[in-house]
């Protein structure tokens, strides 16, 4: 057993608040693993304590608790992320405050665009999800990146926008809306691959295009 882990769960189980796992339902954050209910603010208190401590965080992704899991990608050390350890974590995601914590970690990383790519044709609805969480997520943080690469992911957004699971639509919505805000030639390329999406016969593709057209047309 890692003792520092231990350590830092037994605060977590400390923080236990049933009341604010009730919320964290009807927000839809269920899962597998225990919840415990501990707050944002909370966890972040916890992982300024533990900046970058990545033994701590390949430790604590191994308890079968959601906020340990949480705090897991807030302490890791993106430059240490392997692609092995991504392809475990992702596949233990089972819910969307999971994926888009790890997506937030993930997109500091430098094989992030690549998985963007494979996730995104992979079936799993929280790996997926995870792909274009990924996407925003580098369309949000990555101020560096050139155009390019976002420009190599609105195909891949279009391919996926008939996808009618809530949780995948939503982010890939989020994905074409935050490519779109990163500079006036991407805003003009998400709102032609809108124009594009929103010909396909599918609900979620039509909505998809609606709301990304709305808010992008507004900031233009």
Not at 26 to 43: D, H, K, N, Y
Not at 150 to 158: A, G, K, S, T
Not at 184 to 193: N, Q
């Amino acid at each position: 057993m890692n003792a520092p882990a231990a350590q830092v769960v037994a605060q977590l189980r400390a923080l236990r608040n049933a009341s604010a796992v009730a919320g964290m339902r009807r927000f839809g954050i269920t899962s597998t693993a225990e919840l415990l209910g501990v707050s944002a603010p909370q966890l972040r208190a916890l992982a300024r304590l533990h900046r970058r401590d990545h033994a701590l965080a390949v430790a604590l992704f191994d308890y079968d608790i959601h906020e340990a899991r949480g705090l897991a990608t807030l302490v890791a050390d993106p430059s240490r992320v392997t692609r092995i350890q991504a392809e475990r974590w992702v596949k233990r995601c089972d819910n969307w405050a999971q994926t888009d914590a790890l997506a937030f970690l993930l997109d500091r990383t430098a094989f992030a665009e690549e998985k963007a790519h494979q996730w995104s044709a992979r079936r799993a609805e929280f790996v997926k999800r995870t792909a274009f969480s990924l996407m925003a997520g580098m369309a949000v943080h990555r101020k560096e990146l050139p155009d390019e690469i976002f420009l190599r992911m609105l195909p891949v957004i279009r391919r996926e926008a008939t996808d009618e699971r809530n949780f995948v639509k939503k982010a890939v919505n989020w994905a074409l809306r935050q490519i779109g805000k990163r500079n006036p030639r991407l805003r003009r390329a998400a709102l032609a691959e809108a124009r594009r999406i929103a010909r396909l016969d599918s609900p979620a593709a039509r909505w998809i295009a609606r709301d990304a057209r709305r808010e992008l047309e507004a900031r233009a």
